[in-house]
């Protein structure tokens, strides 16, 4: 990753022209690590979104602002109070540190003027957000730090703050390009290493870039560069200089073979030839907003949905030990026949066996060869006591394979019906999303019922696409709503679609009485691929069939239903025609 001090500088320049003289309407803190500033400027309101996320720590605007709880955190509660209504005074960064400092001026509880700075460091697992006076001094940080976990840097209220330990390396703001080459070549490594750990604010990205500029990748070691290898090193240190402090940089963004961002720069990359893609894009915050959405959106949702992934867990494992024992159970039922036949046997042999024998050989007349069979005997019975204990273990053995086998289908349905319940829960992305989906545990007996009954939120519509036909696809959310959906808002004209023996979604193509031709079905199956279990695959069977054709069977769980006279597709899954 390569949000590096050097980034962070170009960063901090574009936030400063774009922040200065806004106005704080709103502070959310969406999350523990995350704070959402709702901003008016001149150009209308914004959102600057402040992470401490351990993998994805930024300061940028976003579009995509997540959801925030019931109730503000303390943090939060305190910089409402200190900072609702201030106006940024600028934004700023010490040297090439991966830290950006957004100045406010504020009116405190007495009316005077008072200045508060919010100190967002951008430093992987040791990002922070720290909130100080106009004195410099700690009122409070979203990440405390006391003697106990470092005694290099301590934040805490009340204490000044210092700035993290200096790196021993060259800053292109404070020395000239060639005290940094001479440096460079001193450090007898191999040049994108050498370079990375002599020039401060540079990612490793940056500095293999360099290298690769000056010898196509292909240089072992800085103290062994021919002159023309020093001269070319000296005119790239140069030009990184001047772009540095010129702030005359852009940013691109690299994408790998899948179309995924793999890494961010603030010039242009070639290291990669052809193998991926470098686009450049709109504007640094921007790319730091796309780079990051999707991954930060999935950690969102694992982290708010962790109690239920538990439970869900739990449930399934507890079931499948269940159908396991059930199953051991079952076969030892299998050889119940042959209690019958030892109880048979006895009984027709009553006037042959002693009483007090350990065993019988007996003439077996249920063999057509008509062999013996060694019967086992309870010595303290008597013989026809004997028999009469085979046939109730018969009886039993018989009662226990009816038993154990609905008991088993049952346990193997719950199964089901949780791996659909997982399957919704990876795809859902917003807070309602899981608050229905507790809703359906609650229903299913799975989750207590909350105490206090609580506002009732209203259900969220199914996700909605359009074919290039014009034909209206519906998908369910959760097993609820697809219960909903195929159940009561479809028509029975319309086509329903869902993975075959694949956990997903409920999928319904609305005809409006009309024909769908092929390429609508043929979407319309791509996107119930895609909102299932095998979004990833290539191949995915998906059945379909009108939804007059499809019934909920009597006591079934959310989501379960049957159908007749489907059809089958295999196709790749996508959502590309929403």
């Not at 207590?448 to 696409?465: I, M, S, T, V, W």
């Not at 086509?495 to 009309?514: A, E």
Request: hydrophobic share 35%; charged share 30%; with cysteine.
């Amino acid at each position: 990753m390569a949000l590096d001090g050097v980034f962070v500088r170009f960063l901090t320049n574009e936030l400063n022209e774009a922040l200065t003289g806004a106005r704080v309407s709103q502070i959310h803190q969406p999350n523990k690590d995350e704070f959402v500033l709702n901003l008016r400027t001149n150009e209308g309101s914004r959102k600057l979104l402040i992470s401490a996320r351990a993998n994805s720590p930024r300061v940028s605007f976003t579009e995509s602002a997540p959801e925030n709880p019931a109730s503000p955190p303390m943090l939060c509660m305190l910089l409402r109070k200190k900072l609702s209504g201030a106006k940024i005074s600028g934004v700023r960064q010490p040297g090439l540190e991966r830290i950006v400092f957004i100045d406010f001026d504020a009116t405190d509880e007495l009316g005077d003027s008072a200045k508060y700075t919010l100190a967002c460091e951008i430093m992987g697992r040791y990002s922070n957000v720290i909130f100080l006076d106009g004195e410099e001094n700690v009122v409070d940080a979203l990440k405390r730090v006391d003697p106990s976990m470092t005694s290099q840097r301590i934040v805490l209220p009340g204490m000044k703050y210092a700035l993290p330990p200096a790196q021993d390396k060259l800053s292109v703001l404070d020395h000239e390009p060639e005290e940094i080459v001479s440096r460079v070549i001193a450090e007898a490594d191999k040049l994108d290493k050498a370079i990375l750990r002599s020039v401060l604010g540079i990612s490793p990205v940056i500095s293999r870039e360099i290298d690769y500029r000056i010898g196509g990748g292909s240089v072992e070691y800085s103290d062994r560069l021919t002159s023309n290898y020093k001269n070319r090193l000296s005119y790239y240190i140069t030009k990184l200089s001047e772009s540095v402090r010129g702030i005359d940089g852009a940013p691109y963004c690299i994408y790998d073979e899948n179309g995924k961002p793999k890494d961010m720069s603030f010039m242009e990359i070639t290291q990669y030839g052809s193998i991926y893609l470098v686009k450049r894009a709109e504007s640094f915050s921007a790319l730091l907003d796309g780079f990051y959405s999707e991954r930060d959106k999935a950690e969102r949702m694992r982290a708010k949905s962790q109690d239920l992934l538990k439970l869900l867990t739990n449930a399934s494992e507890r079931a499948a030990r269940k159908i396991n024992t059930q199953r051991a159970e079952l076969e030892k039922c299998a050889d119940r026949e042959h209690l019958r036949i030892c109880g048979d046997l006895i009984q027709a042999n009553l006037y042959k066996i002693e009483k007090g024998a350990p065993f019988a050989v007996l003439d077996n007349f249920y063999d057509e060869n008509m062999g013996t069979v060694r019967v086992s005997l309870d010595p303290s019975k008597s013989p026809s006591q004997n028999a009469q204990k085979y046939y109730k273990d018969y009886r039993k053995a018989k009662t226990a394979e009816h038993v154990l086998t609905e008991q088993i289908e049952l346990a193997e349905r719950e199964l089901e019906y949780l791996d659909n319940v997982f399957d919704s829960l990876s795809r859902a992305e917003t807070e309602r999303e899981l608050a229905e989906i507790r809703s359906e545990l609650v229903m299913t007996g799975y989750i207590k019922a909350p105490k206090g009954k609580g506002r009732e939120q209203k259900p969220l519509p199914p996700l909605e696409f359009r074919t290039t036909e014009g034909f209206t696809v519906l998908v369910g959310r959760n097993n609820r709503q697809n219960d909903q959906l195929t159940l009561k808002t479809a028509a029975k004209s319309d086509l329903w679609f869902h993975t075959k023996d694949i956990p997903g979604s409920h999928t319904i193509l609305v005809t409006n009485g009309r024909e769908p031709g092929d390429e609508s079905i043929m979407q319309a199956a791509a996107i119930a691929a895609y909102h299932s279990r095998a979004k990833d695959g290539s191949q995915v069977p998906v059945d379909y069939t009108l939804v007059k054709n499809v019934s909920k069977p009597q006591g079934a769980r959310p989501g379960t239903v049957i159908f007749v006279k489907n059809r089958t597709v295999y196709v790749k899954p996508s959502a590309e025609v929403r």
